[in-house]
């Protein structure tokens, strides 16, 4: 045995001078490739050096395309404000392909009030035909800006059925925005880069977020604190339960920043119903971020604002969105400047399956939506409210689950909730993991629209009223899947 070893370390001793001499051979070439091509010889020695040159196998692709209704096409599907009259800035879609975690991952985020039912199936399984993907791995949401679009297929059908001269939606604009986001996608795959680390940051945002429910003493909503109020009680009444961080997460190739995803709690809305489309001051800001940084993709993805707005701070007055829009900015500049970085070593996904129980009260049974439906008495607006319930209500006894999807990056998670979920839901996907970055996004599939907590029920107000197709009972239910999802 040492004499076979001794023979074996006698040739390796012959072979150094001619591996040394084939070393040498190659930074040469690897020198005149880099003099006379742009070829980087850190490209023939990746490994232990910069982590930028280090190989991984992710990569991230991102697009956009404008997603702006037409003239007089309805916004809010028509409920309480006038269809498109002028454009003040244009609506976008915007998002990004993730590749290399098994089949790909999309996340893309609309500047719509809501894609509901099947129009938010629509959505999905067109984006994921382009990115080569399955529905459940593609995440879409609404940002919820109202002077924007409210989309539900089937709702539309039913609305259109009754021959009332008007409807919630163009068909054919949704069919050709839904296109043109999937073919900007497609597109984009072609030029995706590399993807070595994850940035996580976050920022405080200071005077935008309030509650809007505002209770007396008997624990019941006593006033409704919107958007916009000029009542001094909206002023002096605290801002109350709210997330007051931007969290924002980045995809970086090495020391390059490639795209980022940010996210905030509240109503995005500073006026609105007159039928000027706006991206609003979530818009306004998304833009000056883009201009900081123009080779990145920035957007914006709305938290659970369910029951927030900026009513504390917001008259109603134009020069009011120009403010909003500045302090959004000023956070979402200072999280950029906060953000640590970490290399990226897996991309974890799952998907839980959800039900959330329909309402059962009078008025939410499939036989009384079909009478206002169709009821000669019915406004415009409760009809419309009966066709979006009724498509819900259908597919719930249909035993079509909702997804809530969860991305794990190690040092950060990031969750989409459906509806318009109360804040009170990201801060308990927060309690999850306090050891961990986690952002929750609201407005994913908009069927089952107000998500409120259990005690929102009893306190009443708004968001548990007729625009909330759940019933008591549902804060247990999504707070279980969203523990199953952060596990």
């Known amino acids: 045995m040492k004499i076979a070893s001794a023979r074996v370390s006698f040739q390796i001793r012959r072979l150094i001078p001619f591996v040394g001499l084939f070393v040498w051979k190659a930074v040469l070439v690897g020198c005149v490739l880099e003099m006379i091509g742009g070829i980087s010889v850190q490209a023939f020695w990746a490994g232990d050096g910069a982590p930028s040159q280090r190989e991984t196998p992710f990569s991230l692709a991102t697009f956009s395309a404008e997603v702006t209704p037409p003239a007089g096409h309805p916004l809010q599907a028509g409920v309480g404000v006038k269809p498109v009259v002028t454009v003040v800035d244009p609506l976008f879609a915007y998002g990004f392909v993730l590749l290399g975690a098994n089949e790909p991952i999309v996340l893309c985020s609309v500047d719509w009030c809501g894609i509901g039912n099947d129009a938010h199936d629509r959505w999905r399984d067109a984006l994921a035909e382009a990115a080569g993907t399955t529905r459940e791995r593609v995440l879409v949401c609404a940002i919820h800006q109202h002077d924007a679009p409210l989309v539900d297929l089937e709702a539309e059908r039913l609305v259109a059925a009754q021959n009332l001269g008007r409807g919630t939606l163009d068909l054919k604009f949704h069919d050709q925005a839904v296109r043109s986001v999937a073919a900007a996608l497609k597109s984009s795959l072609s030029n995706a880069l590399r993807v070595t680390h994850v940035g996580v940051g976050q920022a405080k945002v200071e005077r935008i977020a309030s509650t809007r429910r505002i209770l007396g003493a008997d624990g019941k909503v006593e006033f409704v604190r919107g958007s916009a109020s000029k009542e001094s009680r909206a002023r002096s009444d605290a801002e109350g339960t709210i997330d007051p961080w931007l969290k924002t997460l980045s995809f970086w190739d090495g020391d390059r920043p490639l795209a980022s995803v940010s996210v905030y709690a509240t109503h995005p809305m500073s006026y609105y119903g007159q039928g000027q489309v706006s991206a609003d001051f979530v818009g306004l800001a998304r833009r000056r971020r883009q201009a900081d940084n ?37 956070a979402w500049k200072s999280a950029w400047v906060q953000t640590k970085k970490h290399e990226l070593q897996s991309i974890g996904f799952r998907s839980v399956p959800l039900r959330l129980a329909p309402k059962e009260t009078p008025g939410f049974k499939i036989s009384d939506l079909d009478a206002i439906l169709t009821g000669a008495k019915s406004s415009f607006d409760e009809r419309v409210r009966a066709a979006y319930a009724l498509n819900w209500r259908k597919r719930c006894d249909a035993r079509i689950t909702l997804d809530m999807p969860v991305l794990d990056f190690g040092v950060a998670q990031l969750l989409m909730l459906p509806g318009v979920p109360f ?56 707070k279980e899947a969203i523990a199953i999802g952060l596990r």
């Not at 369910?306 to 020069?319: I, V």
Request: charged share 20%; hydrophobic share 30%; net charge negative.
């Open 423 to 478: 804040v009170e839901y990201q801060l308990y996907a927060q309690q999850q993991r306090p050891d961990s970055f986690v952002m929750t996004l609201g407005y994913g599939d908009y069927g089952p629209v107000y998500i409120p907590t259990d005690r929102a029920f009893f306190e009443g107000g708004y968001e548990p009223g007729q625009w909330s197709f759940v019933a008591p009972g549902v804060e247990k239910t999504l």
């Open 294 to 330: 123009p080779g990145v993709l920035h957007f914006y993805a709305n938290g659970c604002g369910g029951d927030l707005a900026p009513g504390k701070y917001n008259d109603g007055s134009p020069p009011v969105r120009d403010e909003l829009a500045e302090r959004l900015y000023q």
